[in-house]
């Protein structure tokens, strides 16, 4: 049996002062920047990147408003490649990457038995100059035309293919901006992956054997797996771009011999890796959310690792589908659609798992587990359209439309976003110490899911009528314009649902309803610390002897309840008190 883990450590060491003097903000604010602990650290990484959630989003509804009609001049053609460019950019590299890091950063040690994470200096380190990337990217509004210029925005698309990278192309300094962010923001990227495995492999706890580890932590060792491989690729590309531009190389001037195509492969081996380390840590979240909220462990704990584990291999070996376009060569194509199908064979199992956990469950719907099942749907369509393009010659009619744009959304918003919604609801409790309204939840839930499918499921009509990717306005005798018209009117009603949930943080915070260690009857560790956890995390460090010890704690008497769950510990402790 595990050793009693105390539910209340949140004494206050003595000798550290006077503790109800009233703080000055600057003491606050400098508590804040020289922390090294990987709470307050994970906690800025979600903020950081929910800041630029909603600049992000922001800009996608200024380019939804020039679209939503043909021949539209709300934005320039130049204001609205900007736009393009900022909002792809911000999304995959200073909004899901730092949140997705976040939680991690805050979770891990936690779940794992740990006081804090390996290395807490490089902890720190890697947060300040991922963060600095961010803010080096918006500089270019300012900066971008050269300091006695006006500012641009880069204006190259996200993906910066070559030559529009090019300096006769991309004149002043937009572009280096870009570049150097990218830059910046992979060598935090990197060490936190690094962070990650060092605390997963050395620091667990007692009796937490690799075959008990939750299943949250074993997704984020196989995503900073992914991380270490997918980066420096990169990178490379970054350092090449910045020598072509400035010492003369010709890497991808294909006016001087060099290939656009490169860059293309040096980018995608790292864009489709990304997408898995995007989505990875959604799975995460996924495996501890719908188990607690169905009452049941999860079904198949060997399987599931088993299935992260291959689609990080996997993975690695089908970027050049998104290349079918440019020529590759009917082998190479070949390799590129096999590979594509057979990472659904490993995702799949995934999808069954979740299924057979909800399966004869004691399903509990609260708004996490509203989003959690919204996301197994959504991201089964992904998955489907995504085997539809992995078909190269059905690519080659859809591969640079609209339909493509709707099926990538489909990923990043219907099941990335929609899970990290759910953790947010599941997780805010643990973090904050309050819980969030559920009823301003549902309220969220309904309007970001009627939102997200009026925009990406219509998206896909217009890319089926021929409606091409990247372009700022349209003649009106295409037949787009009720399609566009809907998708925009969803990226409205997503918008709203957004900043409902923004202030649902807000007066929660403040005047929600005390959380207390363990508000959802959970099992794993971090729901036997107060709420939210004291800075030294465990005051003894725990010991376990299954997958599941807060429920041998909660539930001594019956060890081996794997699947049927009934009331509360607390509901038994009043039962026993009303019979007695």
Known sequence: MATQIPFDQAHVPEGTGDQT???LWLEVLHEW?????????????????LFFLVV??????LMRIQLAVPNNSFVSPEVFNGLFTMHGTTMVFFVGMPILFGFGNYLIPLMIGARDMAFPRLNAFSFWIS??????????????????GAGSAPDVGWF????????????GHSTDYWTLSLLLTGIGTIGTALNIVATIISMRCPGMKMSRLPLLPWLYLVTSGLTFVAVGPLT?????????RYLGSHFFDTQAGGSAVLWMHFFWIFGHPEVYILVLPAFAFANEIIPVFSRKAIFGYPAMVAAS????FVSLSVWAHHMFTVGLGAAENTFFVLATMAISVPTGIKIFNWLATLWGGKIQFTSSMMFAIAFLFQFLIAGLTGIMLSVAPFDWQLGNSYFVVAHFHYVLVGAILFMLFSAFYYWYPKMTGRMLSEKLGKWHFWLFLIGFHLTFDFMHVPGLLGMPRRIYTYEADRGWMIWNMIVSSGAVVQAVATLLFVYNMIWSYFKGPVAG???????????????????????ETPEVSSRRPLWDLKHPDDPDGDYEIGPSHRQRAKQKEETA
């Open 236 to 244: 490379a590309a970054q350092i090449m771009l910045m020598l072509d």
């Open 131 to 148: 963060a600095f990337g961010g803010i080096l990217l918006y500089y270019s509004y300012i900066g971008g035309s050269g300091l006695y």
């Open 21 to 23: 003097r009233p703080r």
């Open 56 to 61: 992000a989003g922001f800009e996608a509804l």
């Open 33 to 49: 920047v020289t922390t090294v602990d990987h709470k307050k650290i994970g906690m800025m990484y979600i903020g950081y990147a």
């Open 309 to 312: 584990v291959g689609i990080g």
């Open 160 to 171: 910066a293919y070559a030559p529009l990278t090019a300096k006769v192309f991309s004149p």
């Open 517 to 539: 260690p363990d508000p959802w009857d959970a099992w794993t560790l971090e729901w036997a610390t107060p709420s939210p956890p004291p800075s030294y995390n465990f005051a």
